[in-house]
């Protein structure tokens, strides 16, 4: 089977793959354009680490083929500093030390966007239904939700 | 395998009519990529259906919403009028994995995924949505019930397709809920489900009620008896015992790690008290919204 010429947008850049059909977003992102930001914890859609927003859309690129993103739009965690300054939630995550091994991190960074841009002031318990679908094995998710109530703060007074 | 996005509906008909293998319709691929992954499906040739419009949209016509099969539980959630009027339907569409699994997962592939525990299928019986079938030998129609045979198995013939959900149009005075019992509090499968519809006469008497359990036996099931029992009432004692039996009396379930035959019936009258009297509230509030 021949493979696919893939044309798409990640994180504003136009990029070009030849994929298989049956090749995960996940891992077009990480083996061919070297974007190893998102992580593959289960491969199945239930811990959020490959977490990235397609057309704005909050999805997990483990259960995404890349092929359907030809002419859309991917943004991952490798997106979110500009410029070589942190996005506020990626200073925040740093300054309370919400993360441990790391692993977690970027799929919440990237689901907590998606929070925000939508809700730009959640209540905690919004916050936690929202990022229900990141696990964390190491935090005990307080310090993850503390992060992002307080970037939410910050960029509501920026 | 070979992978195709056609924009026309009777361009997807055409393929999955056609193909020589084992064809898939792929919507929004939580549960088909998941299946493909463990190697319990390994398709021929997979079709995705959202680059159909129709499949895509959700359009009010006449007071009836036409849902396309394609469209996510987002989208479903954001939209306002449908929310306002369905609520026992979106909150059921709602419950299906986490926010990126809702990017995603679409009603289309919860009914056709035809697992007896799918949370939006009982919400639909109760709503009486109907699904509009295209194939080869033209359009149908189907009422949800209806669809799903029993776990993997659906009334669907080679080469047909479900492409939108019609949810009728309502009258004043009318509300639906839905609600399952899982073992915690988010993201599990429903041990049992259960959605309600019902209309109220403006005296608060119950004139029409329909119930849809889910996983509770081969199939999500349409209670016609759980219905029938509260039609007269104002849900008082004895028309809830009769509707807590009706709903026990429909159960056929099996043990499974999720839980017993016997906690699967117990819950499943469980449910059907409490569901019912958040529909009733609805509809007697409903009263004060325009619809």
Redesign the interface.
């Known amino acids: ?1 021949s493979k ?1 010429h893939l044309t798409t947008t990640v994180n504003g850049d136009a990029v070009e793959a030849l994929v ?3 090749e ?1 977003l996940l891992d077009v992102l990480r083996n061919q354009l070297a974007l190893t930001g998102a992580k593959e914890g289960c ?3 239930d811990c ?1 680490a490959c ?1 990235v927003t ?1 057309d704005g ?4 690129s ?4 890349a ?2 993103t ?1 002419g859309r739009r991917v943004e991952t965690v490798e997106g979110m500093a500009k410029g070589g300054v942190l996005h506020p939630l990626q200073q925040k995550f740093l300054e309370l030390s919400a993360l441990q091994c790391g692993i977690c991190t970027p799929g919440f960074l990237v ?1 907590a966007r ?2 925000l841009e939508k809700n730009p002031d959640p209540t905690e318990t919004e916050v936690r ?6 696990l964390c094995r190491c935090t005990g998710y307080d310090k993850i939700v503390r992060a992002v109530m307080d970037a939410a703060a910050e960029m509501r007074g920026a | 395998m070979r992978y195709e996005a056609p924009d026309r509906i009777e361009k997807a008909v055409d393929l999955l009519a056609s193909a020589a293998g084992e064809a898939r319709v792929l919507a929004g691929g939580t549960d088909l990529i998941v299946q493909m992954k463990s190697e319990i499906v390994e398709p021929d040739l997979v079709i995705d259906v959202k680059r159909i419009a129709e499949m895509r949209g959700v359009v009010e016509e006449g007071g009836a919403f036409r849902i396309g099969a394609a469209v996510s539980g987002a989208e479903l959630k954001e939209h306002p009028r449908l929310r306002k009027v369905w609520p026992g339907v979106i909150e059921a569409a709602n419950l299906i994995g986490s926010t990126q699994v809702q990017g995603r997962a679409t009603l289309g592939g919860n009914l056709c995924n035809a697992s007896p525990a799918a949370d939006s299928v009982p919400a639909l019986i109760a709503a009486g949505a109907k699904v509009i079938i295209a194939g080869p030998a033209g359009r149908r129609e189907l009422a949800v019930e209806d669809v799903v045979l029993g776990p993997r198995k659906t009334a669907l013939a080679k080469g047909e397709i479900v492409v939108a959900f019609v949810l009728p149009k309502r009258v004043p005075l009318a509300a639906d809920a839905y609600l399952r019992f899982i073992p915690r509090t988010e993201m599990d499968i429903a041990v049992v489900g259960c959605g309600v519809d019902l209309t109220l006469d403006p005296a608060g008497k119950i004139i029409a009620a329909r119930m849809g359990l889910g996983a509770v036996a081969a199939r999500p099931l349409l209670v016609g008896e759980a219905g029938a029992a509260i039609i007269g009432s104002s849900l008082d004692e004895p028309a809830l015992a009769r509707l807590e039996a009706a709903a026990r009396a429909a159960c056929r379930p099996i043990d499974d790690k999720r839980g017993t035959k016997e906690f699967r019936v117990q819950i499943a009258g469980v449910l059907a008290r409490r569901v019912v009297h958040i529909a009733y509230e609805r509809a007697k509030a409903s009263a004060k919204v325009s619809t």
């Open positions: 089977m696919i298989e059909a049956d995960t491969g199945s859609g959020g977490s397609l859309r909050l999805v997990c483990c259960l995404v083929l092929v359907e030809q689901a998606a929070l239904y929202w990022l229900a679908g990141n």
